[in-house]
């Protein structure tokens, strides 16, 4: 291939593989040589950055699963908060000091 394989890669750029003269090329490295994707997708794939991009999709899907937790969390909270006061409600219709107590009837003379 031309001169677009240095070997070893680069780090945290994109992706190289490896072509039958062992060097490291990217894919358009490879599109430009070949014509075509067949040859990129046969390649086998440097293992440094194999490994970067595996760990790079755990940290992405991470951050997305802890980002819909905490967009979730305040509606959760909300919810909790307003089934107390409902049942407390129900409990305790003039909101006395036993609001949270687990008793059926209120002593309380508001």
Known sequence: MGDGGEGGGEEGGEERRY????????????????????????????????????EAAQLAAKATAEAQVADALPAAQAATQAATRAATARRHPRLCLHAFEAVTTCTCNF
Do not use: C, H, K, N
């Open 19 to 54: 072509d039958y003269d062992g060097e490291l090329y990217s894919r358009q490295d490879f599109i430009a040589e070949y014509g075509g994707t067949l040859e990129w997708e046969q390649a086998r794939r440097d293992p440094l950055w194999a490994a970067a991009a595996v």
